[in-house]
């Protein structure tokens, strides 16, 4: 999960004749970028922020910036507020935020998100992508970059560059969390490994993303881009740990482990629920805090009926999302086991910038041990084994020492790999790139007979 400054969820102050209307046209493609992402502004957790805050930063920079996105519904799965069966258009921050209708799964099955994807793609190319502007995809969703790479195919020379922003490999993620059968899973991958190699250009967020596009779907090596996440959290110093706690009521003698952002399938958060199991039977002063929500969060919570050393705490306004983390003695990553190489997760950013100690419970060889081991923030223990993760917790809350270099350590990282300035900067030469390509293969099809 990321955090970053609330975004304003209404049109400009203008007035809603100027709110409805974009910003002065700058027409040339190079200056001109329509996203098509189905998570925005005002969720707070995955990539929503990071497209939101990319599309903004753009803008500031002059550039012309549309996106294409949904309503309002993640982490929970579930609609903000009335659920909408209509398009609507307005500018936030200079960015021109266009919504379309799309039903919302009770459950973020294969089948029922499927369904979600594609009335998303379908009313995303209903909406007339720009021909003087370039288009973005933030994937997943998978299958409405596909739709919109097919309608961009039908287009031919006519047709806008295309790039795919990947946060998230979409057939790693089917195969390591065992949604779907095998022929699914398959198709999956195909879709993908289509989709990708169709696109003018890849950005991706960690480069074993590059190395799994080339190796496993085809991607050309030079059509691969690597844009880091960066940090988003406000630039405050952490509360003093005792304050923090004493507006919380957290007893100061406790080992607080907070664990914030997603609760779905991926995070296998029942290892914490086991955890808490563990210590209530042993009676240590360790308490574990699950801050956000998700489509797992009920029926952990039921899980966790009767214990006493674990809380569930709702997505919380920034003030209190840092009140929160500041009186904590360590930050929890957890994925359940398997999970290795799907996606590297966007709490990694916040939780280095606050410079506390991280303990990590993932698959040893996967992309998020060797982000904690590069950053030299944290510790990584296997997933799914509770009593290790406990011990590794106390382990670091014991030793001010070591927590003390590991938060260090992790701050230092977040300075120097994961600035924004850093971030929109490349992604702007990424973007150059995607339109210098498309030129490109636009003067060679000129040149043909």
Not at 423 to 440: C, I, P, Q, T, Y
Request: hydrophobic residues 45%; charged residues 25%.
């Amino acid at each position: 999960m990321t955090r970053s400054a609330a975004y304003r969820n209404v049109t400009d102050s203008a007035g809603p004749e100027t709110a409805s209307r974009p910003p002065e046209s700058r027409t040339h493609a190079a200056r001109c970028v329509d996203f098509v992402a189905i998570n925005y502004a005002p969720e707070v957790t995955g990539i929503a922020p990071y497209v939101t805050d990319m599309a903004r930063r753009l803008a500031a920079r002059g550039w012309n910036v549309r996106v294409i996105t949904g309503y309002p519904h993640y982490p929970e799965w579930r609609m903000h507020g009335s659920e909408a069966d209509f398009a609507s258009t307005s500018v936030i921050d200079g960015v021109i935020v266009v919504r379309v209708p799309h039903s919302v799964p009770q459950r973020a099955a294969l089948v029922p998100r499927s369904r979600m994807e594609l009335e998303f793609g379908w009313h995303a190319i209903g909406m007339h992508l720009r021909r003087d502007a370039m288009v973005v995809l933030a994937s997943p969703p998978l299958i409405a970059s596909a739709m919109v790479m097919t309608w961009r195919g039908l287009r031919g020379r006519a047709a806008a560059p295309v790039g795919v922003w990947v946060h998230d490999l979409y057939s790693q993620a089917v195969t390591e969390t065992g949604s779907g059968s095998y022929l699914s899973r398959s198709l999956v991958r195909r879709l993908e490994s289509h989709t990708l190699r169709a696109a003018d250009e890849v950005a991706v967020v960690h480069p074993r993303f590059g190395d799994i596009l080339v190796h496993r779907l085809g991607v050309r090596r030079d059509a691969i881009t690597e844009i880091p996440n960066w940090n988003q959290a406000r630039p405050q110093c952490r509360m003093d740990r005792y304050l923090a706690r004493t507006e919380l009521g957290i007893p100061d003698d406790e080992i607080v482990a907070v664990h914030a952002g997603n609760m779905g399938v991926k995070q296998g958060l029942e290892n914490l629920v086991e955890v808490a199991r563990l210590l209530d039977a042993t009676r240590r002063k360790v308490r574990i805090y699950l801050v956000g929500d998700g489509n797992q969060r009920r029926g952990l919570e039921q899980s966790a009926q009767g214990l006493d050393t674990i809380t569930f705490i709702d997505s919380l306004p920034d003030n209190e999302f840092h009140r929160m983390l500041s009186a904590a003695d360590v930050l929890l990553v957890n994925e359940k086991t398997g999970v290795a190489e799907m996606s590297i997760p966007s709490k990694l950013t916040t939780y280095f910038s606050y410079g506390l100690p991280v303990v990590a419970a993932v698959a040893e060889r996967g992309i998020t041990a060797a982000e904690v081991r590069q950053s030299g923030g944290g510790v990584v223990v296997p997933a799914g084994d509770p009593a290790r993760l406990i011990a590794a917790i106390e382990r670091v809350a014991a030793d001010d020492e070591l927590a003390a270099s590991l938060g260090a350590a992790g701050k230092a990282y977040s300075d120097k790999a994961l600035g924004v300035d850093t971030a929109v900067s490349r992604f702007e030469d990424w973007l150059n790139k995607l339109a210098g390509r498309a030129h490109a293969s636009a003067r060679t099809d000129l040149a043909v007979p």
